[in-house]
């Protein structure tokens, strides 16, 4: 099952050490304007090396589209995109055909495939995630046609034990990567940079949260039932590789489950819904700001295993456009979905 | 959307105010053993009315088999089980029509629609539920007959600020079904339950968690791309009514993710994976026990704003065996997939 | 797999001899108006009993709305439909329980399914056809509020070595249903008439061709490479039991592909594109009427092995409505999907 | 919707004067041995430019395996397929840019897509069907280990008013592939590409019908109401390009429908079902061999339309491979449903 979404349907393939890894969006409506740069600008955020922060590899991470798109225009066919593996090293990984890793998946991927990939982890790998930006962008060409006000930002706000305030409305993808490490936050940003920089040195692993927001949503998106907005949400960043946990609404929210429910309800003094809703009330976008929490484990490739590896100490910042992705390719689902119903616009 | 899973199907419908409501599950393998009993007993563990501490509402909620069974037995056809709504009162909701509810999907569900059943609300009721464990009843048949080893377990773990103590492993739904609160815990269950009764008598409400542990799961299960164990279990939980988050592994998970990788990963003096995995790696069961913990807001319907709605103060309780159920679909459907691919028993 | 189409989904239920049978439509916007007794009249149609040419069996087959609606309006919530299994006489089929009937699925399906229901061919009887009838009607429903030019006319073309002409654009439901053979042309009738009753008195049974039109589709209808809109109507109709084959174009198609294509593909006197295509170009609707031929096999149930299971001499008048409400199905799904393309109303 | 199948899943890309075809295969299970000279070799049956006979383009269409086999064998992941367009030139068809052609689906697909590709047809045209052939070689690949007794052979039964024979059992692909026109009988097939020679030097175009044979397949096939056997392959093969109309059972089955059940149904004088079943009941393969005839228009891309164009005169002899590879894509994708349910090898 390599195909996320409905009727916005992005299908990956690739292994992290085979020829090239890709995506084919099928579902994309035709007339909508996209570049073969717009979808490189959204690889190049999440490519290692761009920073002493992350993996020393070096990931040129070119893009082609193959089809789908005529003069910087979707034909309204499927979208082929694809991005050839070159910095290989497979030999990094001879170490490990015999050798299992804690924490990595390759037992469990034994047993389903009842063989594994020994290159690099094939489809388990985190590089499967640009597949996924690749999907992503392309959700975000169609937003940004049919949903002008929608915003999708996420940023990192927890590392290890360093806790972002939550910004304030409004913040852009171009504040967040204003810092390295993704803190919108100079004073935390500062922090969590130190501490990514020792536990590289130290070849240790740092986990944490990534917060993602959406502003400008349209009321009533999200089926009611299965399918409501939370949902597929859940799912779609339960199935980031790390990701431990998805909490939706604000910071404090399990703190505010302690809440009586007459205290945990009660609407904000403009009388606009409670933010404990996190946008979502009834399975469905309720127009207000949604925002979910997205719990990251630390990575599990520690540098005393693959010290080859060249694998990233603290992911979280490099995760950050992969949470943009699959949130934006939920939002372009639900929005065909929605157009599908009585709601012409 | 009201289908849900894609080998095991489950499709839902019923208003809670109309004739009925009810499921068809499809794909369900023939020559599962499996009675209206067996079915009829799954619902009477979500019924109201069965301690003072739920609503006081009475439903006795007797299913009805219209297909899909002969002679005790499913016959591999679809199984289309109804229950018909008989303690309806919609006079109750009359007050509603132009009233609003606070933390209640009316206001969405009209913009989605662009009208509202007035009558108890329609789908988003919690007595949708009723359908989810129907479907989850016949997935824990199938896995009865196919995966004996297996054990669905959830409980209670935190009421407000009341916070259970972990089980040992091996707990049983009679276990947790022999406290009216369901914290399979004497002295925290005593804490709740008066909590309970108090906010009963308040008008108020009462979120906090229920977790969900699955024992003797085969190594494997999932997909290891899109449609994770993980992903599909956050999408199934996160569709319940008044869920708000869920989190993989043990209780104190999120402090764990404060530590380094180093000390996070550490395996088990026992050598067996960290519990901090919650049983699954990279998207598929590590043959560990799986455990998540949900989380649930405080219902939002407050005794001043429907008095005569006889609503549950602490939906938890009651939500247990549907998340039960949700994760049986899940399971069943992987189960199937599983079975696709070379792994046959 | 007993769901049928995308957006606009049909789930099938119900073993003919068992309590019910019945369907749940799922993706049906809000607002449509819907009346139990569109859907009774629909059912009213292929109902056996309506004349001396069809079984003897008496099947009131009286639906009943269980959700979905609301005050004749749909809910866009799932519709569910049931009608009762009343005139089941199982005792006829008992003789049945070892004999397998030749032409009938029942050793296969033993094969598929490792048991057989006894009572009377369970999923595989024609009764299961109501079901498609009451998503048919959903669908029709639909499809008046939204593409009100649209006209699904069926009608018997052909039985045995009979075959009526061509009628004129315009034909009408009223006018098929004129015929109790359902061949629009008095002559033909007559004739086929006459050699129904024939065949009835021998014993034997008869098959032949219904020709299914629809005039007043909007052009673009259907996907361009997989799910073309022929495609979709040739899944659709050779799913009826006793379908043999499905023939796009004007009756004489296969004589015209004796001819070269410049002949088979110059345009009509008036300039429109050529009738051979059946109005479908590309996989897509043209805008001109589209025209196809199913043939049906003469029923298999021969009176000879099961006397007592009273049933059609020629099926194909109580075809007609099966055949409308498969194409109608195909057109409502084909219709939303057109919806969330750019194609807005 | 340019994706087929359930469980074995078909993604196709492509326009055929863009950058590459291509195609994704999802849900092949790991371990199946499956080489590029394989996947070429299907390709090399589909090339145009083997005999006199097809179009004077020249397409190397050199096969590249992006993902999902290692050390030729598939790993259960994502298996990617792509050719180059090499000869393209887009300069032929600038004529058409504002001239539509007759039969071609330009003036559907621009009301569809709101703009139309210029360069030859986009996704309509033939060369699409390369997709579908990379596709079906890996469908066979799967077969091969999993039903080694089936064979899927299909070959060119009628050219224009020329009918072939039907063959014997036991036809291979090899003795069709004797003859430039595919048709398996020297006589006939002597005629035929006469006459197709001489319509090539009209600039004129050839339809007809191509039959498709299984045998070997194992009984219960399919899903016995929605996704019968039937339906599938209708909806496979109708999805062709040219195709018209698809007929179950022998050549003269339109012949026999004009006989009376209690004929039409006898048994062959060994005791098996009649042929007139074309290996079909109750919507499920009965072990037989299944037979189907599909029927084909001529060509609608004439000379003096499009001179420079270069197409085929008679398009069937390089359609049986696609036939072949529609047919293998329905098969591989019941097989593993099939597995899904009790039956497990």
């Not at 409501?228 to 998805?246: E, F």
Request: aromatic fraction near 4%; charged fraction near 25%; proline fraction near 7%.
């Amino acid at each position: 099952m390599n195909t996320f979404g409905h009727l916005f349907r992005v299908t990956t393939f690739g292994e992290s050490h085979g020829p090239a890894m890709g995506a084919v969006v099928d579902g994309c409506p035709a007339g909508v304007p996209l570049t073969r740069a717009q979808v490189q600008q959204a690889l190049d955020r999440r490519r290692p090396g761009q920073s002493a922060l992350t993996t020393s590899r070096n990931e040129p991470d070119q893009v082609e589209l193959l089809s789908g798109v005529y003069e910087d225009k979707t034909l309204g066919t499927p979208i082929a995109a694809i991005v050839r593996n070159q910095d290989q090293r497979s030999q990094d990984y001879d170490a490990l055909k015999t050798k299992e890793r804690p924490g990595h998946a390759d037992r469990v991927w034994r047993a389903r495939f009842q063989h594994r990939d020994p290159r690099g982890g094939g489809r388990t790998s985190g590089r499967e995630t640009l597949c996924r930006v690749i999907g992503g962008s392309i959700a975000e060409a169609l937003l940004a046609r049919e949903v002008p006000a929608l915003r999708v930002v996420a940023w990192v706000s927890q590392v290890e034990r360093f806790v972002a305030p939550t910004p304030a409305g409004g913040l852009t993808r171009q504040a967040v990567d204003a810092h390295a490490s993704r803190v919108p936050d100079a004073s935390t940003a500062a922090q969590v940079e130190a501490r990514i920089l020792e536990a590289k040195a130290e070849g240790d692993s740092l986990g944490g949260a990534i917060t993602v927001r959406c502003e400008g949503l349209p009321v009533g998106l999200g089926e009611p039932v299965f399918g409501k907005l939370k949902a597929r949400l859940a799912d779609a960043l339960s199935g980031i590789g790390a990701v431990t946990g998805v909490v939706w609404g604000p910071a404090d929210l399990e703190e505010r489950l302690r809440l009586p429910g007459t205290r945990f309800h009660a609407p904000r003094a403009d009388g606009t819904p409670s933010e404990v809703y996190g946008g979502i009330q009834g399975g469905l976008s309720n127009g207000e700001p949604l925002e979910a929490r997205v719990l990251f484990k630390p990575t599990s490739t520690l540098t005393d295993v693959a010290k080859a590896g060249r694998h990233d100490p603290c992911i979280l910042p490099r995760a950050v456009p992969v949470v943009e992705a699959m949130t934006s390719m939920v939002l372009a689902d639900l929005w065909l979905s929605f157009l599908a119903g009585p709601h012409r616009p």
